[in-house]
């Protein structure tokens, strides 16, 4: 039987293999990986944990097997800072999920309402350039510029306005909203130690945030309701939904403000991220910042700024954006699945009800893939591989891929795209430090940014 024991490192009572985690778990278990193999389980607490490192494994369950590993694990912690499994991210694999998810995907996020949205894209970018202008050539922080640039599209989009000036700080409640959700749980992985969180505060804060939350999208609802509009945005779009019962879906309040959050907490600080490696990784490269610059300036001749029409021509800018992808996937670990019943994945057998998790970022680092300079960053690799990040490449898989992938995969391509092409366009850069110091520092939490704001340079370039 020894052949078919799912390879393990040794754990420690209580624990299991908590204390080799470590500050950056996806780094840690890549490492352990190499040890153990693509198929290895480890225990969280006593919870165990099946970490798939390859990418032809990851083919095995999210194309061969999708079907059965597309359910999500229970979590208390989505029940108390948010709306449990009426999230589309956190519903269990079933009927909820499919209608809601189709939807968000059909109704919210199509290609051509993602289209509609192109003016919000323009201006907010427009906005963004402005107050970079306005930095007058001293160092300017881009990590807070990126997360307002996302926020307020999202905010436009989901909510038809920004909210700003109103008392509501939609921005700073998501990051706390996400801060709380992505923090490490005792009991979520030891029950009988749950008393610890109670201790840290962590309950009474996730409790408080999600009032607050609770609150305003009910005031949101509520003005939408108010109006009485048909409006374009995610609750309007919602509310038609709720009066029209023909898609087969019932939804309450509960529901619309489940999806609403969904969009903020998928949509905003993954894609600020995403902004804030690109500009990292170029600052770092000077040879691919001039080359990008000067591929966007060649498309871009005697204009003042990019528009969506003129991403296409821009292979070098769509190089980047891969390379940056798959060295510093935002959610490295993705979020983790659940098996609805056994299955026998490469000879082991998987009982039903295991939580799996699937190392994107080592997936993503893989020398037998990508080549011995698998570590650096080098955006020419793409320029003549047919690698694509949507689904049907399973070395590079920074949005998922099957049944559970990211439906706002092109909503987020779109906005980034036109952002960094517009900053390349508008400004010459310049690191604020020496560029072998510019920090590639992680931070801890489930979306991995640069640990320090990226502060840098900017000269107008007219
Ligand atoms: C750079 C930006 C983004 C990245 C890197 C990203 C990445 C991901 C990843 C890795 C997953 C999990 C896939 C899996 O479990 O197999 C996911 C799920 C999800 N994402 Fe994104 N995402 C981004 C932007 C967005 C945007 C803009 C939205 C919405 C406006 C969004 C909404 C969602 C939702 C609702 C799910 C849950 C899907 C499900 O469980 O069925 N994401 N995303």
Redesign the pocket.
């Given at each position: 039987k020894k052949s078919n024991t799912i390879p393990s490192p040794l754990r420690l009572p209580v624990i299991g293999n908590l204390h080799q985690l470590g500050r950056h778990p996806h780094r840690s278990l890549c490492y352990l990986s190499h040890r153990y193999g693509p198929v290895m389980l480890v225990h969280f607490g006593v919870v165990p944990v099946l970490i798939i490192s390859s990418a032809e494994v990851a083919r095995d369950v999210?194309k061969t097997h999708d079907r059965v590993f597309a359910s999500?694990p229970k979590s208390k912690v989505y029940e108390k800072v948010l709306y449990g499994d009426l999230h589309?991210?956190s519903a269990p694999y079933g009927e909820y999920?499919r209608k809601t998810?189709s939807v968000?995907v059909t109704h919210l996020?199509s290609n051509k309402l993602v289209q509609s949205f192109r003016d919000v894209r323009q201006e907010e970018v427009n906005l963004l350039m402005e107050k970079i202008r306005k930095s007058n050539s001293l160092p300017v922080n881009l990590s807070e510029l990126f997360s307002r640039l996302t926020n307020d599209v999202?905010s436009r989009v989901a909510l038809g306005k920004k909210y700003g000036g109103t008392g509501i700080d939609l921005k700073e409640l998501t990051e706390r909203l996400l801060r709380l959700a992505g923090a490490f749980t005792v009991g979520t992985f030891v029950p009988w130690l749950a008393w610890i969180d109670w201790i840290r505060g962590l309950d009474r804060q996730r409790a408080k945030t999600k009032k607050e939350f609770d609150e305003i999208y009910e005031k949101v609802i509520q003005d939408h309701e108010d109006k009485d509009g048909h409006g374009t945005d995610f609750v309007d779009v919602l509310l038609a939904i709720q009066r029209d019962k023909s898609i087969g879906l019932e939804i309450n309040r509960m529901h619309i403000k489940a999806i609403i959050v969904?969009?903020f907490v998928?949509?905003t600080d993954?894609?600020s991220t995403?902004l804030e490696w690109e500009m990292t990784e170029l600052l770092r490269h000077p040879n691919c910042l001039k080359r990008l610059q000067e591929e966007v300036r060649t498309v871009c001749k005697d204009r003042s700024s990019v528009s969506e029409d003129d991403i296409k021509d821009m292979k070098y800018l769509n190089a980047v954006l891969k390379e940056t992808?798959r060295l510093h996937?935002?959610?490295p670990l993705?979020?983790p699945?659940e098996t609805i019943e056994d299955v026998n994945l490469r000879g082991y057998h998987i009982p039903a009800g295991t939580m799996v998790m699937i190392n994107?970022w080592a997936i993503g680092r893989e020398a037998a893939t990508w080549g011995p300079d698998a570590e650096s960053f080098r955006p020419e690799r793409h320029l003549n591989s047919s690698a694509d990040f949507r689904g049907q490449d399973f070395e590079l898989i920074?949005?998922?891929?099957?049944r559970?992938?990211?439906?706002?995969?092109s909503?987020?391509v779109v906005l980034?795209e036109l952002a960094l092409a517009n900053l390349m366009l508008g400004f010459d850069w310049e690191s604020t430090k020496d560029q072998t110091e510019t920090d590639v520092a992680e931070s801890t939490g489930a979306m991995i940014r640069p640990m320090l704001p990226l502060y840098a340079i900017a000269t107008p370039t007219t």
């Open positions: 999210l999500r589309i991210g999920w998810r968000f996020l999202v969904d969009a998928g949509g993954s894609s995403l992808l996937p935002s959610i993705m979020v699945h994107a920074p949005f998922g891929a099957g559970r992938m990211c439906p706002g995969m909503f987020a980034n």
